[in-house]
């Protein structure tokens, strides 16, 4: 089946430091990411939705500038988080649309704490 | 204002009964459902789906039920095993694959030997 690979699985950063979280198709070409956040005992609330080869869209809310997202290839997506604070610690999860029947992948997901 | 609501945070089965979880949405736009299966700092593992053309959809030990008049649907878990204890999650979206999916918050069951 589909596969999306997520990296770091956690990662730990300090305060005012950039760290980047990469999504990986394997196996098929996503031509849509989804990038998910998710709080403690909450939700998984949608931050941005990006399509090769063109600018995301981010969900009301979320910075743009804080939270940069590129999706240069069919393969590959990216999230970094910018002058990270402690406030941005969380569980971090892309998606990505398979186009298959039920069609979306998740990968496994980043835990970000920063110090 | 939370367009997919469970409002059960939490639900205790024994094993082998059956666990159903219930789900409501309030968008009418919304024409395809997922359940999703989460452990603790894992991505969610897909369980099962529905269109809004149906009404019931089952694999194996899962159903899902779907009543769009009162914009509800449930997933049935029969029977219940320990290793279905996890967070539940409830997913919908208005085209499948092509729109970002909207998640409740999650209900955790708990399957007791």
């Known amino acids: 089946g589909a596969v999306v690979s997520q990296h770091p699985s956690w990662v730990i950063c300090k305060s005012g430091t950039s760290v980047k979280i990469e999504c990986r198709s394997l196996?098929?070409?996503?031509?849509?990411m989804f990038w998910y956040r998710q709080f403690p005992k909450q939700s998984l609330m949608l931050m941005a939705t990006s399509n090769e080869g063109s600018k995301a869209t981010y969900e009301q809310g979320v910075e743009k500038d804080k939270f940069l997202i590129n999706h240069a290839s069919l393969t590959l997506s990216t999230l970094t988080v910018t002058s990270a604070h402690p406030e941005d610690s969380s569980f971090y999860i892309c998606?990505?649309?398979?186009?298959?029947?039920?069609?979306?992948?998740f990968g496994s997901g980043t835990r970000l704490t920063v110090v | 204002d939370q367009q997919v609501k469970q409002n059960s945070p939490s639900l205790s089965v024994q094993e082998g009964r059956i666990s159903i979880l219930n789900c409501d949405y309030t968008n009418s736009m919304f024409d395809y459902f997922l359940w999703y299966k989460k452990y603790p700092a894992e991505g969610p593992t897909f369980l099962i789906s529905i269109s809004s053309i149906k009404d019931k959809n089952e694999d194996g030990r899962f159903t899902v039920f779907l009543n769009k008049s009162a914009k509800h649907l449930s997933l049935h878990i029969v029977p219940s095993q320990p290793g279905d204890s996890a967070v539940y999650f409830c997913a919908a979206s208005v085209v499948a694959g092509n729109t970002p999916l909207v998640f409740g918050k999650g209900t955790r069951l708990s399957v007791i030997a």
């Open positions: 998606s990505a649309s398979t186009g298959s029947n039920y069609g979306y992948t």
């Open positions: 196996d098929f070409q996503a031509t849509t």
